[in-house]
């Protein structure tokens, strides 16, 4: 079976770093990409990973490690309009499965 | 830039109606889907679909079926709807499998409430 852990809340500071983690336990997995989604409003793609390793994107980065099972989201210079729910979707064999999201508030 | 459409932002039906809720894309991609969205329960997939008349079951298809007979619609339908399927419900579209990086993308969701 397919089993995706992040936290369900977290809450940081405007400008502050934040770090929003995904655990997984999935066979043929292919990458693993997160989405961004306000409330209200349709997921928006954030990144993709499918090799080890860090993906810079702005203020944005996405991590990746195969071996561990493990994903993180990072993201700098918080501002207020980042407060939204963020989704850790392992591909696993052509189909993206989804986890419960993390809802992120800056204060 | 992708365009999911949904018909409706918000819906109201009544239990044992039959529910159709509707997508076109504008993208001529193949591939589309629809999820379902409750909270703490993230996306759930129902049916897929990767071409016109062909249709692959989600992790949840039971009291769903779906249609597309042509490339850029995808619909759901509910045969006979339920208060359990009172939910938020989304539909996505991206190129074929041979670009797995490609991510897909998501129209705004119909919030249905089955009374």
């Known amino acids: 079976g397919q089993n995706i852990d992040q936290p369900t809340e977290m809450t940081a500071t405007e400008g502050a770093i934040v770090q929003i983690n995904c655990t997984y336990q999935?066979?043929?997995?292919?990458?693993l990409f997160w989405y961004q989604q306000h409330a209200g409003e349709a997921p928006t793609f954030l990144s993709y990973n499918v090799l080890d390793g860090l993906e810079e994107k702005g203020r944005f980065s996405s991590f990746l490690s195969r071996s561990k099972g493990y994903s993180y989201l990072l993201l700098k210079e918080l501002q207020m309009k980042d407060s939204a729910s963020y989704l850790c979707?392992?591909?696993?064999?052509?189909?993206?499965?989804f986890g419960a999201g993390t809802r992120l508030t800056v204060k | 830039d992708v365009k999911v459409t949904q018909s409706s932002r918000y819906l109201v039906k009544r239990t044992g109606e039959k529910v159709f809720l509707e997508c076109v894309q504008d993208?001529?991609?193949?591939?589309m889907f629809w999820y379902r969205q409750d909270p703490g329960l993230g996306l759930r997939l129902i049916y897929f679909?990767?071409?016109?008349?062909?249709?692959e079951k989600g992790d949840i298809p039971e009291g769903y079926s779906v249609s597309r007979e042509k490339k850029e619609r995808f619909s759901l339908i509910l045969e006979s709807a339920s208060t359990n399927q009172t939910s938020m419900y989304l539909c996505a579209s991206s190129p074929p499998d041979r670009d797995l990086h490609q991510p897909q993308h998501f129209g705004d969701g119909t919030r249905l409430s089955i009374l």
């Open positions: 993208m001529d991609h193949e591939n």
């Open positions: 979707a392992p591909l696993v064999n052509n189909d993206m499965r």
């Open positions: 679909s990767y071409d016109v008349k062909m249709k």
């Open positions: 999935t066979s043929g997995f292919n990458g």
